[in-house]
């Protein structure tokens, strides 16, 4: 290994438990990524405002311009209060107080029911949202970890940690 990587392969310790409002949020930013959701957030937007013009213009009757309108705003209610909230509900994972570990060969997640360990060769890819750092074992399934209580040194350490351990 090379004397400009070690700093990044040094033992981290970070331990945290989940804050719902943060966790909401967060679970919004992965919604928010999935590139199918943006096309159809486009979508659905360009419906409304074709749809409004057309019914200012009188080009159309009322019936579109409200049905694109109910259609946004249940989209929107969807992916940004009703998905998020009943995603936390279900999951007991963020009701649990963790410690993780991170080091050269994974990472290593403990809690006072167990522990379980992940090679950086399960991640498919992560990104970061303003309070978590998200990390993708494939499309749908993923694990967050709060910044909260990190230092901005560990985040940056992390940061580099994770863009070389984690092959995009």
């Given at each position: ?5 070690e ?13 719902k409002?943060?966790?909401i ?12 959701l ?7 937007n360009?419906?409304?405002i ?23 705003l249940?989209?929107?209610?969807t992916?940004w ?5 009943s ?5 007991s994972t963020?009701?649990d ?6 080091n050269e060969?994974?990472i ?30 494939d ?6 970890v ?14 580099g ?8």
């Open positions: 290994m090379s004397l400009l990587l700093p990044y392969f040094c033992n981290m310790q970070h331990a945290f438990s989940y804050n409002k943060k966790v949020q967060a679970l919004r930013y992965h919604f928010v990524q999935k590139s199918e943006r096309v159809l957030i486009v979508l659905v360009v419906f409304a074709v749809a409004a013009i057309l019914f200012y213009t009188k080009k159309i009757r009322p019936e579109p311009f409200l049905l694109g309108s109910f259609i946004w249940m989209m929107m209610a992916f209060y009703f998905l998020p909230n995603i936390y509900k279900k999951a963020f009701k107080h963790f410690t993780i570990f991170f060969d994974g290593r997640l403990e809690n006072e029911r167990g522990a379980t360990e992940w090679s950086w060769k399960k991640f498919t890819h992560f990104f970061e949202s303003p309070h978590f750092i998200h990390l993708y074992f499309a749908k399934s993923f694990f967050i709060p910044k909260d209580g990190m230092t901005e040194e560990m985040k940056h350490e992390l940061r940690l994770l863009k070389l351990s984690i092959k995009r």
